[in-house]
C-alpha cells in the first residue's frame, strides 16, 4: 500500500485566496482525520470521520475551514478565504478503528503559506 | 480539561549517551497513550500504545512505560539515526475517543 496520499506537498498562496487540501487514505481504513501542526500549538486535530461522517468537528477553528469526505477513498480540507496565521502543516491520518483512537497512518502533510 | 505535556522540549545526547523522555498526562480515564516518531518533512510514525499502568513495550533501543500520571520513553545507547522528535498522545476522556498530542520532545543524538 502507498500509505495515505496528500497533496500537494506545498502550497503558497496569498491572503484572501482558497486553499484545497487533497487527501487519500489506505485502503480499508474507515477512520480519517485532518490535523494541523505549528511551533506553537504542536498538533491540533481539526475533524475526524468515520465511515465517511463528520464524527467531531470542534477544532475547525471558524466557518472559513470546511471539510468533506465524499467517499471512503477522498476527502478534502478547503480554507476560504486564506488568512497568514493559517500557514501551518496539513496533515490527514487514517486508521482501521472504527472508535477513531487507534494507530493512526500519517500521510506527509502539506505545507501552507499564507502571504 | 484534558492535557499532555512533554519535556524537556528539546534534548541534546552523544551517541551511547542513554537518557528519558517524560510525558505527563490528565485526563479522565485513560483509554491508551500513544508514542509516535517525527521525522523533519514527515508526518509522525507510531511506535507503541500503552494501556494500563506498569505497562511496558519495547523496540529497538526504545522502551516505553506507564504510570497513573505519566509516560518516559527511556532511549537505551542512542544512535544518530534515533534523532527525531518524539510525540507523545493520549485518548481524550470524551464520547469521540479522539488523540490529544503533546508538542514533543526533539532529540538530538551527536556521533
Known amino acids: 500500500d502507498a500509505g495515505v496520499i496528500q497533496s500537494p506537498r506545498h502550497e503558497v498562496t496569498e491572503m484572501g485566496q482558497e486553499v484545497t487540501l487533497r487527501c487519500k487514505p489506505i485502503s480499508g481504513h474507515n477512520s480519517l482525520f485532518w490535523y494541523r501542526q505549528t511551533m506553537m500549538r504542536g498538533l491540533e486535530l481539526l475533524i475526524y470521520f468515520n465511515n465517511n461522517v463528520p464524527i467531531d468537528d470542534s477544532g475547525m477553528p471558524e466557518d472559513r475551514f470546511s471539510a468533506k469526505m465524499p467517499n471512503a477513498s477522498f476527502s478534502t480540507l478547503k480554507i476560504q478565504p486564506s488568512e497568514p496565521r493559517d500557514s501551518a502543516v496539513y496533515f490527514c491520518a487514517s486508521s482501521p478503528d472504527s472508535s477513531g483512537a487507534n494507530v493512526l497512518t500519517f500521510g506527509a502533510g502539506s505545507r501552507l503559506t499564507v502571504l | 480539561e484534558d492535557q499532555v505535556t512533554q519535556s524537556p522540549e528539546a534534548l541534546r545526547l552523544q551517541e551511547g549517551e542513554s537518557s528519558s523522555l517524560n510525558c505527563s498526562y490528565t485526563v479522565s480515564g485513560l483509554r491508551g497513550l500513544f508514542w509516535y516518531r517525527q521525522d523533519p518533512g514527515k508526518g509522525p510514525e507510531f511506535l507503541f500504545t500503552?494501556?494500563?499502568a506498569g505497562e511496558e513495550k519495547e523496540k529497538e533501543r526504545l522502551k516505553a512505560t506507564l504510570t497513573k500520571k505519566e509516560s518516559f520513553l527511556h532511549i537505551t545507547a542512542p544512535k544518530p539515526e534515533d534523532s527525531a522528535t518524539y510525540l507523545c498522545?493520549?485518548?481524550?476522556?470524551?464520547?469521540?475517543?479522539?488523540?490529544?498530542f503533546g508538542t514533543g520532545t526533539l532529540l538530538a543524538v551527536q556521533p
Open positions: 498522545a493520549v485518548v481524550d476522556g470524551g464520547a469521540t475517543n479522539k488523540l490529544i
Open positions: 500503552l494501556y494500563s
